[in-house]
């Protein structure tokens, strides 16, 4: 049996009357890619935040890797091995985008307690930071600004700091959001090859991206899990048809 | 160093300041010896708040506190007749930083609107602490007891060595900040002025970051504040007022923050405006604070903007 | 030290809460409904101070002077309104600061232009000068009372307005969600200039009723600004709750810190050190009060939600 690297228990934040998670439990294996669908409003990006430590919830609990993690900040989740890319892309605009990444490898290289060096000249940032651009595809494009950078090269961006931190468990909140047909396909393409050695956790609305990339799939409806299966489960079941088809979303 | 233009302009700059000492004496003009002498004096101060408010995104309405730390540490070892500079320059160092330290620590776990205000009450306390010390001239001041003297190296009552004293003390300066800012220690203050919420995403916590920057500030604004008390050879709480904290705010803003001759500009800027406003007319702050008004309105890039080289910050 | 000292030093230390509190609500409102941080709001108390002086000088009536003096003071505030802040709205903190700075530096000098940097005075109409007795054995300051009267109608007055009528119920949810009441389609323009008119007010009416007892001269409203400014840190920002007790708290706290500081030091310590020390103490002890506030609750006290 795997293991659960994530486990989520009976998760609950409410603001206000409006409950955007609402005694949500799910887990999730080493080495999957899980999606977490649902039509908008359902509380995806709440239960992310929540997961990365940007959220206090209300009650509940997330343990990762065996550890409880629920009173933890995002700094500490980061270190432990727990990375978050943004729904509203959230960049470093006025650096480069080998600065961004840099930045993300300088976080976790022991503290940054150091006074002295030019960290634009040390080559234990900004080569590990090139072969990460390079990966994801924007190594042309290392010294433009973060904010001249195409959408879709700053949602690319998102994913090569989430890289750069070496992370156990990456929360990917909508990385295709914006993009073009084929820079969707491409960015599927370069997920894709994480599977089995990452796990990823995603959030999406691009159904072709989900259900190409997905191991199981949760769907989050109005801050309730309805259902959690394989692609072909999820396809099939009718509580899932209804959320989607059937109300006409929401 | 990154940046060819912003170089050449600094160097001349630099070079400009040093010639003022020769010139002021060609032209009988010692008066221009003992205005640039102030100005760099703020040139200073201006610039360790820019540390901090320029790269780390700290609106800290309080700074002028450390300027009044320093004057008081070396007047109140000058009022006990130590006049030894080392002794007087290491206290204000240490002081400065320690109380830099106990308000930062403080203050810098809030932000925004409560950041802004609470450097300024902490200010202001030490303001009122400075007035209610009746053995150091409490509201009125004392006279400086003795200028400053480094085991015989340099005495700052001699206006040629204590102008190209101040001017040295800027150079390192200076360069300490362009290290500090381009280090990792300063990308990650630069970070967390970007970005917070990204700098959290990352594993980063800003706080012990800011809160050093917030004491090395405090500390270079404390070498000023030394410098200062010698140059008007007068002591008073009004170093420490929140108009002063103000003024050095502005100085930051008008030469462009977070550049690294910026600061050295508004300080220009601002005292050489001043000047001559205050040749026009004694209610010179009348035309004064519209100017301010239409600065922040107009001119957010500040002077340093309109020189060669700008663009990039260094 | 006796109980009447002490019920007076109470009830200077009510005044001084009640006057802070006219301050602290019009700023904080102003803060938490249109995200402005306004330092030419002690600029405001002064127009009030020094129109109130003036007019009573001018025409001898202080009936005639005190609404004038607020009207004045409301009229000052909406051309600044108009003129300089409109545009800060939209900028952030760092801009809003040292913009109003500069108004600052610009209505210090009008006033030290018109009337000179001397303290300005003025003798307060015979049915308010002189003392009445509250109970048997304690006389207090009539006008001292007036003034706690007025600042304590006003309070009700405030709560009245925010928790009952329908202005107030948008200035709460503005206070909370900014963007939300703009959404709604309520016209936020008006809504800015009424808050703006309300805060302006306030601060006349707390500088017209500083007039006679504190000293009149430039740079009054900072002193006071930033006594202010540790009102809404301890109280919370945004609220009128936070600000009530903030103020309360700040003016009893710095009230009886400097008429009992140095006695009390004076049993404890030498009187030589209770000499120095207390004075500095006393002066300091608000700004402590702030620190340990902010220690434990960083937010205040009581801050509106959002």
Known sequence: MTDTLLAVEDLYKAFGALKATDHVSLDVRAGETHAIIGPNGAGKTTLISQLSGTLRPDSGRIRFGGEDVTHLTAAARSHKGLARSFQITSIYRDFSALDNVALAVQAHAGHSFRFWRDARRDPGLRDPARAILDEVGLGARADVLAANLAHGEQRQLEVAMVLATKPRLMLLDEPVAGMGAEESQRMVEFLARFKGKQTIILVEHDMDAVFSLADRISVLVYGRVIATGTPAEIRANPDVRSAYLGEGGQ | ?314 | ?306
Not at chain 2, 294 to 305: D, E, M, N, T
Not at chain 3, 15 to 29: I, S
Request: glycine letters at 12%; proline letters at 4%; one cysteine or more.
């Open chain 2, 1 to 314: 160093m990154p940046n060819r233009g912003r170089l050449v302009t600094i160097v001349v700059l630099l070079a400009a300041l040093a010639a003022v000492p020769p010139l002021a004496a060609v032209f009988g003009q010692p008066f221009y010896l003992d205005l640039f002498r102030r100005i760099m004096i703020f040139a200073i101060a201006a610039l360790s708040l820019n540390l901090i408010l320029g790269y780390g995104g700290m609106v800290s309405f309080g700074h002028a506190a450390y300027l009044g730390i320093g004057a008081y540490a070396v007047g109140i070892l000058a009022h006990h007749g130590v006049h030894d500079g080392f002794l007087q320059f290491g206290l204000a160092i240490a002081a400065s930083a320690g109380i830099a330290l106990v308000i930062g620590a403080i203050s810098i776990r809030t932000s925004g609107v409560y950041f802004i205000m609470i450097t300024l009450a902490f200010t202001q306390m030490l303001f009122y602490l400075g007035i209610s010390l009746e053995e150091y001239g409490g509201d009125d001041g004392m006279r400086l007891a003795g200028r400053t003297q480094f085991a015989g190296l340099l005495d700052l009552r001699d206006p040629l060595p204590f102008y190209y004293f101040v001017l040295a003390i800027l150079v390192a300066f200076l360069y300490l900040v362009h290290r500090l800012v381009n280090s990792r220690f300063g990308m990650v203050l630069r970070a967390a002025k970007s970005n917070e919420g990204r700098t959290r995403a990352i594993g980063v916590s800003p706080y012990p970051y800011r809160l050093v920057a917030f004491v090395i500030a405090g500390a270079m604004c404390g070498v000023a504040g030394a410098l200062f008390v010698n140059q008007t050879a007068y002591l008073t709480p009004t170093f420490m007022s929140w108009t002063r904290s103000g003024e050095i705010m502005f100085m930051v803003i008008l030469g462009g923050m977070s550049t690294l001759i910026g600061p050295v500009l508004g300080a220009i800027g601002l005292l050489l405006l001043e000047d001559v406003l205050q040749g026009w007319t004694q209610h010179w702050q009348i035309i004064l604070g519209p100017i301010l008004v239409l600065v922040v309105l107009f001119a957010k890039r500040g002077l340093a903007g309109l020189l060669p080289g700008s663009g990039r910050d260094d």
């Open chain 3, 1 to 306: 030290m006796n109980l009447v000292l002490f019920l007076e030093q109470a009830l200077n230390g009510l005044q001084l809460g009640v006057m802070l509190f006219l301050m602290a609500a019009g700023l904080t409102l102003v803060f938490g409904i249109m995200n402005l941080v306004n330092l030419a709001h002690g600029s405001l108390y002064m127009v009030g101070a020094y129109l109130s002086v003036a007019l009573v000088n001018l025409t001898g009536s202080y009936l005639l002077a005190v609404p004038l003096a607020l009207l004045g003071t409301l009229a000052v505030g909406m051309l600044v309104e108009l003129v300089a802040l409109r545009t800060l709205y939209e900028r952030d903190h760092l801009d809003q600061v040292l913009a109003t700075f500069g108004l600052i530096l610009f209505f210090n000098e009008l006033v030290a232009i018109l009337w000179g940097r001397a303290a300005l005075y003025t003798t307060l109409p015979a049915w308010l000068s002189g003392q009445i007795e509250l109970v048997a054995g304690l006389n207090y300051p009539t006008y001292r009372a007036a003034i706690i009267v007025v600042g304590l109608a006003v309070a009700v007055g405030l709560w009245y307005v925010v928790t009952r009528t329908r202005l107030g119920m948008l200035i709460r949810a503005g206070a909370s969600n900014r963007t939300m009441v703009a959404a709604l389609g309520v016209n936020i323009r008006l809504l800015y200039t009424v808050v703006f008119g309300f805060g302006a007010a306030l601060a006349g009416l707390a500088g017209l009723m500083a007039g006679p007892i504190y000293t009149v001269q430039p740079g009054m409203g900072e002193d006071v600004l930033i006594e202010v400014f540790v009102v809404i840190v301890i109280g919370g920002i945004g609220s009128i709750r936070g600000a009530l007790a903030g103020a309360l708290i700040v003016g009893m706290v710095d009230t009886l810190g400097r008429a009992f500081l140095k006695p009390i030091l004076g049993t404890l310590l030498s009187p030589t050190a209770a000499e120095s020390a207390g004075p500095a103490l006393a002066s300091m002890l608000i700004y402590l009060l702030m620190a340990a506030v902010l220690a434990v609750r960083p937010a205040g006290l009581f801050p509106a939600r959002g």
